[in-house]
């Protein structure tokens, strides 16, 4: 720049050359400023009045206390925040250090005040030969990686864990898709993704070498590791890796996570009516978001899906243990995001407190006593650490300030220097509250007053009218409109004092604080372990209150193929409106079952409660039904409803022929497959044969398959093939009204009645009644009911042979025009 800078801008330029892509909190005294194009946008995206400096440089600025409220609409928007901190006390006019301590984006968030409960994940992506895909949530330390064959697969695993920032190379082309799913997508420097920067960050990994990552994966946990690193400042992060394989659970491809409304609903992306919005009511955070984590990978391990039955069900039985404990469970704090606070010296004295009384009530939850293992193992193995409970109680006052830098957070008496310093400051208050009763006398002032201001220290403050012939030691310090201020050399004095105290006893009480968190973390693998058992006990708690609560039964799991239910419910419809139970038995004999009915009798329902009860029973949950048998299912896929892909040149029809494409390519025969209406939405006689030959495929792989359609002509597969039966959901009619009983039996209906249904959708009149005109019409499916009206006319009792034949070659050469 051409005009000639102040130092502090100066400084402001050199810092903000380094910290280009974000925007630059500058702490000037009580406020953080920004300047220029940040404190342009800042203006903008907060609302926040834009002045100038000097007539040169705009700029705004917002209070340091308040400063997480401003940072979180930014953090929000997908901005970048450096924070940049005053890290030496003002002397003087002397220009004060200052230095970047804290890069905060939406990924790398730590800050309780810019968090939910659920995960915060930023995510890494890299494509070679397989594409690998690394987590990491830097508020609790969860890290993980895992790989897939191509970027549809890639995207399946976005939405399954839905992360807030996600990386990816610079080359990296097929971006579209995670762009719809994730709201920040950085391209970085394909150089960033580099082996060897990868290894040296990794390092430090405790379990690092003993995975075998292949190169992607190593490439993906490097580049988000380092991420995170530059962001939050830390050199050594306290990080285990853990490696998921997709063949250790049950495989949710994007579409089924989507159709079946596992975590966000259809209408509006929201949690409600989902189906974990219905099982959720754990009471802690930890264990809110282990549930998803559950939903995200249901089992496959039937030994373990029955430990959780079996403690569930143990819950479920207990119900005044079962309040006890979960009253007992609310007292405990997010352990998850205080130890990893503490761990990356970003916790508060508050943090302190809060795992200080959780761990008092892991202590009480120790002593329940349960039958089933997993309740047993989970509770015997909790660390209550009462010596760190101790510890931080003699040392940390009950309701601490949150910032350990305002005072009073030691405890008196935990610290003998620290009692003796705030004795000797309280000594020196106590002579200046004599010094006012004694200055009141001598003047004959009788409203003279001692006060403290952090800019003029203390002072003697006098009406403006009575400061007239005071005693020569006053000497004037400021003048107010209705007072004037003085110091005394006594009071001056004791100021000094005063302040050399209060500076010797803030910094003993950061030490002795930074002590205390050194301590706890030197437990922190154990404040981890007892956190990962509450919150599992958490959720078994939550699925045994939903079981109560919902009148859930427990499932039969086993490594077999059948999945029998009686009375089965949608765990999300039957919470909101009346519900009619349905049965499902899909067996080897009966493995395919063609579903047919009009629209609206709950055929979509039906498909889809069968995939939840399945799922709920692979995550060790009870299940909405009087009885169920749910063989081990290794995916499950879905195709409901029509939708198009415009912005990539795709119909209708050609995404659904992709997805089906999809399906029968991965799926296996202990895959569940739920189809709705396949070939709908092209030309009637290719939709059947596509789903004819389809049905026919899925029946030579073995596969569970649940088949709506109004192809009323698939009914004849049943005669045909021995795994195929049909069943349908019917509609009464009586006095010219509709009735849906949504009740699922066997046979297949022979009417779709969508006239009737678009009657009862206020279609017009006119239209309803032309409908039905053409319907009933001889030429509604062009020239077949003409040569039927022929063939019946004729009379062939009363033909020579010769004219049969003749009328037969008519018959078959009018049947091939109209095939072709």
Not at 43 to 54: M, N, P
């Amino acid at each position: 720049m051409s005009e000639k800078l102040t130092p502090m801008m100066e400084q402001y330029y050199r810092i903000k050359q380094k910290y280009k892509d974000a925007l630059l909190f500058f702490r000037v005294g009580d406020f953080y400023e920004l300047f220029d194009d940040d404190a342009r946008v800042a203006s903008k995206e907060l609302g926040i009045v834009l002045t100038s400096r000097d007539k040169k440089h705009a700029m705004c600025g917002v209070p340091h206390h308040a400063a997480y409220s401003y940072i979180k609409k930014l953090i929000e928007k997908g901005y970048k925040v450096a924070i940049c901190e005053q890290v030496e006390e003002p002397t003087g006019k002397k220009l004060v250090r200052r230095e970047v301590v804290r890069v905060i984006t939406p990924g790398t968030v730590v800050e309780e005040e810019l968090l939910t409960t659920e995960s915060n994940y930023l995510m890494a992506l890299f494509k070679r030969e397989k594409v690998a895909l690394a987590f990491l949530d830097v508020s609790t330390g969860e890290f993980f990686v895992t790989s897939v064959k191509n970027v549809d697969e890639a995207i399946c695993e976005v939405l399954k864990y839905s992360p807030v920032e996600c990386l990816i190379p610079e080359s990296f082309e097929e971006v579209e898709e995670l762009e719809k799913l994730v709201k920040n997508v950085r391209r970085i420097e394909d150089e960033q993704f580099n082996l060897k920067r990868s290894l040296e960050v990794l390092k430090d990994v405790a379990n690092f070498q003993a995975l075998e990552l292949s190169e992607e994966e190593i490439l993906a946990c490097g580049a988000v590791l380092n991420y995170a690193k530059n962001s939050l400042l830390f050199s050594k992060p306290a990080l285990k890796l853990q490696k998921l394989e997709r063949s250790e659970y049950m495989v949710l491809d994007s579409t089924t996570i989507k159709n079946l409304e596992i975590f966000r609903n259809l209408v509006d992306g929201g949690r409600r009516g989902t189906l974990l919005d219905v099982i959720d009511k754990t009471v802690t955070a930890m264990g809110s978001r282990l549930l998803k984590k559950w939903l995200q990978r249901p089992l496959l391990d039937v030994t373990e899906i029955e430990r959780r039955l079996d403690a569930v069900e143990e819950l479920k039985e207990k119900s005044f243990v079962r309040r006890v404990l979960r009253e007992t469970l609310e007292d405990v704090y997010d352990l998850e995001r205080i130890i990893t606070r503490l761990e990356l010296g970003k916790a508060n004295p508050k943090d302190l407190v809060a795992l200080k009384n959780s761990l008092k009530a892991v202590g009480k939850i120790k002593k329940f006593d349960f039958q089933s293992k997993k309740l047993r193992d989970l509770v015997y193995g909790m660390n209550p650490m009462e010596e760190l409970c101790s510890l931080i109680e003699k040392a940390i006052v009950e309701d601490p300030p949150a910032n350990v830098k305002d005072g009073g957070v030691i405890r008196e008496g935990f610290d003998e220097e620290l009692d003796e310093l705030r004795k000797a400051k309280k000594e020196q208050e106590e002579f200046i509250k004599r010094l006012e009763e004694r200055e009141r006398k001598r003047t004959g002032i009788d409203n003279l007053r001692v006060g403290y201001n952090n800019v003029f220290g203390y002072y003697i403050e006098i009406p403006k009218s009575k400061a007239k012939n005071l005693p020569r030691y006053y000497i004037r310090k400021q003048t107010l409109v209705n007072a004037e201020r003085f110091t005394i050399p006594e009071l001056k004095d004791r100021e000094e004092k005063i302040l050399a105290y209060e500076e010797r006893i803030r910094i003993l009480e950061q030490e002795i604080f930074e002590r205390i968190r050194r301590e706890v973390v030197r437990h922190a693998e154990k404040v981890k372990d007892s956190a990962e058992r509450v919150a599992e006990l958490d959720v078994l708690c939550s699925l045994a209150e939903v079981a109560t609560l919902y009148n859930y039964t427990r499932p039969k799991v086993n490594e077999g193929f059948d999945i029998i239910i009686r009375d089965g419910r949608h765990p999300a419809v039957e919470t909101t409106t009346k519900f009619v139970p349905n049965d499902v038995n899909l067996t080897e004999n009966s493995r395919i079952l063609i579903i047919t009915g009009p629209n609206m009798a709950g055929k979509s329902t039906y498909l889809r409660q069968v995939a939840l009860i399945t799922i709920l029973a692979q995550i060790g949950s009870f299940v909405p039904a009087s009885y169920a048998v749910v063989g081990i299912v290794d995916k499950i896929f879905t195709r409901i409803g029509l939708v198009d892909d415009i912005t990539r040149g795709r119909s209708t029809f050609m995404v659904e022929m992709l997805e089906i494409g999809r399906i029968l390519n991965n799926a296996t025969k202990r895959s569940l497959i739920l189809l709705d209406e396949v070939g709908k939405s092209t030309g009637t006689k290719e939709g059947l044969s596509l789903a004819w030959a389809i049905i026919e495929y899925l029946h030579e792989l073995g596969a569970k398959v649940l088949f709506a359609t109004h192809y009323h002509e698939l009914s004849k597969l049943e005669n045909e093939l021995a795994g195929v039966k049909n069943y349908h959901f019917r509609l009464k009619e009586e006095n010219g009204k509709v009735e849906f009983d949504r009740k699922i039996r066997r046979g297949f209906s022979k009417e779709s009645y969508g006239i009737k249904i678009a009657e009862m959708a206020n279609l017009p009149k006119r239209v309803v009644e032309r409908a039905y005109e053409i319907l009933n019409s001889e030429n509604v499916n062009g020239e077949v009911p003409e040569i039927v009206e022929e063939i019946s006319k004729i009379d062939v009792m009363n033909l020579t042979p010769v004219q049969a034949l003749v009328e037969l070659e008519r018959i078959v050469r009018k049947c091939r025009e109209l095939k072709s």
